[in-house]
T-cell receptor, first 113, second 112 residues
């Protein structure tokens, strides 16, 4: 049972464009939703995270939109740059489980110059 | 400050062998978690330790075990290796049992 479903699997965007990655979750007990960025040969790095009491969080070019009723959240990367090319993972966790992370399958983002 | 350090970075083992992977958390971090990342998939939770005690276990067979030492470093042990154990093993640390884990670069295990 996949608790966090991520789409698309891969995404190609032109430099300066907007990259959008979507995730849907099933467990309504999830209360922390981070996004991780992973470059080849490296571990995932925390990019931005949101709690379900807010509908949007913005940090620089990165924005999370959260829809609690639809059990969906998405990552928007504005003004995408070639350096943003990486694999992005959404995740979800529960305070009661000590915040162990349940990850989506990942989205390979390629930003063309 | 040094990040999460994992060793070795790469490892090749034969089916049936045993392997030990090591993790040094960020200084001051008391919680360590282990994740398995199969190629093309997201990381999957294996274990979580805090103050040397196991605080969570994922859906992995008993061939997988771990421990945390008084200096908060950790070992992940896998017995009777199977081809399907080939993966990137990630260690993540956190100051307390809260969100915001920092991941290491992982150990790439290949079982042949």
């Amino acid at each position: 049972q996949q608790q966090v479903k991520q789409s698309p699997q891969s995404l190609i965007v032109q430099k300066g464009g907007i990259s959008i990655i979507n995730c849907a979750y099933e467990n309504t007990a999830f209360d922390y939703f981070p996004w991780y960025q992973q470059f080849p040969g490296k571990g995932p790095a925390l990019l931005i995270a949101i709690r379900p009491d807010v509908s949007e969080k913005k940090e620089g070019r990165f924005t999370i939109s959260f829809n609690k009723s639809a059990k969906q959240f998405s990552l928007h990367i504005m003004d995408s740059q070639p350096g943003d090319s990486a694999t992005y993972f959404c995740a979800a966790s529960i305070r009661g489980s000590n915040y162990k992370l349940t990850f989506g399958k990942g989205t390979l983002l390629t930003v063309n110059p | 400050d040094a990040g999460v350090t994992q060793s070795p970075t790469h490892l090749i083992k034969t089916r049936g062998q045993h392997v030990t992977l090591r993790c040094s958390p960020i200084s001051g971090h008391k919680s360590v978690s282990w994740y398995q990342q199969v190629l093309g998939q997201g990381p999957q939770f294996i274990f979580q330790y805090y103050e040397k005690e196991e605080r969570g276990r994922g859906n992995f067979p008993d061939r997988f075990s771990a421990r945390q030492f008084p200096n908060y470093s950790s070992e992940l042990n896998v017995n009777a290796l199977l081809l399907g154990d080939s993966a990137l093993y990630l260690c993540a640390s956190s100051r307390e049992l809260i969100y915001g884990y920092t991941f290491g670069s992982g150990t790439r295990l290949t079982v042949v």
